[in-house]
């Protein structure tokens, strides 16, 4: 747990990102800074790349269909998204849904690191290609190392980081669902979190709803 201590509710205000204006392309695109939500003692931490259309609309990370199939994942590892922390690399919505530049991803950064120093997290999940190589800083080909457990420098310490490709690469490539699922129950038993290590979700029950 974090070294501020425990109470996740009452620091949640302090990771808030005030009226950030470093990225002028992003100002400009967004409607408003959407920040990390969960526990800010989360043990398991979700980074994805930053908020696309429906998340700069209701200014939470991961919501609309991409959320749905994290959601249902989450489930299927007996998680409740209440249980971990979710966030983005940049927080703000790049024009026309294109990746952040490096310069943006660099911007971001510092906000990203006060996140997981507060967190001090057991483990952090990389949900897709662009978070995945900004924070192990190299290329990375996500759907071949997706499900790997690889150790990272980050926010001055250590960090255990398991790599996953984007729930919407399930969307458009449904071969890669069962995989994604068995990441994220992977997430929940490295991380200790929910009940997977108590004869929790079996990873398949649900594979077939969507
Ligand atoms: S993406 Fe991050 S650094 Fe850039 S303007 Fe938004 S909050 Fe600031």
């Known amino acids: 747990m974090s070294e501020y201590g425990g109470d996740g509710g009452a620091l949640d205000e302090d990771l808030r990102v005030p009226a950030?204006?470093?990225?002028?392309?992003?100002?400009?695109?967004?409607?408003r800074i959407v920040d990390g939500v969960g526990p800010t003692d989360a043990d398991l931490l979700?980074?994805?790349?930053?908020?696309?259309?429906?998340?700069?609309?209701?200014?939470?990370?991961?919501?609309?269909?991409?959320?749905?199939?994290?959601?249902?994942?989450?489930?299927?590892?007996?998680?409740?998204?209440?249980?971990?922390?979710?966030?983005?690399c940049v927080r703000c919505r790049p024009p026309d849904n294109r990746d952040p530049t490096t310069e943006e991803l660099v911007n971001c950064r510092g906000h990203l690191e006060s996140e997981i120093d507060r967190l001090d997290p057991e483990l952090i999940v990389t949900?897709?290609?662009?978070?995945?190589?900004?924070?192990?800083?190299?290329?990375?080909?996500?759907?071949?190392?997706s499900g790997d457990v690889v150790d990272a420098r980050?926010?001055?310490?250590?960090?255990?980081?398991?790599?996953?490709?984007?729930?919407?690469?399930?969307?458009?490539?449904?071969?890669q669902r069962d995989g994604f699922f068995e990441t994220i129950g992977r997430a929940?038993?490295?991380?200790?979190?929910?009940?997977?290590?108590?004869?929790g979700g079996d990873g398949q029950s649900r594979l077939g709803e969507f």
């Open 46 to 88: 979700f980074v994805g790349e930053g908020p696309g259309a429906t998340e700069d609309e209701e200014g939470e990370p991961f919501v609309g269909r991409s959320g749905d199939v994290l959601d249902e994942a989450l489930r299927d590892a007996g998680l409740a998204r209440a249980d971990v922390r979710i966030t983005n």
């Open 188 to 199: 929940a038993e490295l991380s200790g979190v929910g009940d997977r290590g108590e004869g």
């Open 20 to 31: 950030c204006e470093r990225c002028p392309a992003l100002v400009e695109s967004r409607s």
């Open 127 to 145: 949900l897709g290609k662009v978070p995945s190589e900004h924070l192990l800083d190299r290329s990375v080909a996500i759907t071949g190392e």
């Open 154 to 175: 980050l926010a001055g310490a250590s960090r255990r980081v398991l790599l996953s490709v984007h729930p919407a690469a399930t969307l458009y490539d449904r071969s």
